[in-house]
């Protein structure tokens, strides 16, 4: 074979593992519920997904969030969810897009989803949560509170 066939295959190769990296899904399962405070769930409010897209939409959601500047100043998630080993909070509702999330080992920095992937992670919110969105005795649980300053960080 010729030199620029090796070098062909090696770029081929190479970009199949960068593609499979980037768009490959983490666990087996998400698990989300509902919070409320930062430490505690709501009894039975855990829902699980199983199935290949819901995970991946999780997954693809929080992974290409987009990372916020400035000081975080922040409600109680209305959300924790549980994506293999990974623990994130999530701040979601049908009023206020896009979504966002944090990760409780890195409370101050806060990461802003897509409105692709808010729209997505709403409609299985919808499933899991019949009064997603909806207003509740007690208040709304899926409002949420986000106050993110420029002030520069110490």
Known sequence: MKRSS???IAVAVVAAAVLFFIFRV???R???????DFEQAEP?????????GSIRTFDYAFRF???QEGKVDIAVPPYSVDLGKQR???WISDKHE?????KPEDSGTIYRLSLK???????LLKQAYPHFGTDMPGGNRDECNISLSLAPIP
């Open 98 to 102: 896009p979504g966002n999330f944090m």
């Open 30 to 36: 998400v698990t989300v519920m509902r919070m409320i």
């Open 6 to 8: 090796w070098i062909v």
């Open 88 to 90: 994130y909070w999530l």
């Open 44 to 52: 039975n409010s855990s829902y699980v997904w199983k199935d290949r």
């Open 117 to 123: 992937s808010t729209s997505k992670i709403q409609e």
């Open 65 to 67: 969030g987009k990372k």
């Open 26 to 28: 983490s666990g087996d």
